[in-house]
């Protein structure tokens, strides 16, 4: 099993969620992030100030997918979040030796 972490730009998570829908996940999970990569930071203006956000919005989508469909899925990411700008995110692929569900109900 592999978990995948997708570190993207928020404007394309409802894109890279559409396009995720049809492949084959054992879960997945949404966060709001912030961060910075080699773009350091960004200007912003609050009234007549500009000021420097040290950091970026971005969203993390963290979802485990079987070996087999790993390289699918990643390629399906790669494909839907790639704009050629800098700033586009990173996207991290763990071995996950094990993976156990809550069982529901208690004993």
Request: glycine share 6%.
């Amino acid at each position: 099993m592999k978990q995948i972490i997708a570190v993207v730009r928020p404007y394309l998570v409802e894109e890279l969620l559409q396009a995720l829908r049809l492949s084959p996940l054992e879960a997945l999970s949404v966060t709001e992030v912030k961060g910075f990569g080699r773009q350091k930071s960004y200007l912003d203006s609050y009234g007549a100030t500009e000021f420097s956000q040290a950091f970026l919005p971005k969203i993390e989508v963290s979802l485990f997918v079987d070996d087999l469909r790993a390289e699918e899925v990643l390629r399906t990411i790669l494909d839907t979040c790639r704009t050629g700008r800098m700033g586009d995110g990173k996207v991290l692929v763990l071995d996950v030796p094990e993976m156990i569900s809550i069982p529901e109900g208690r004993d």
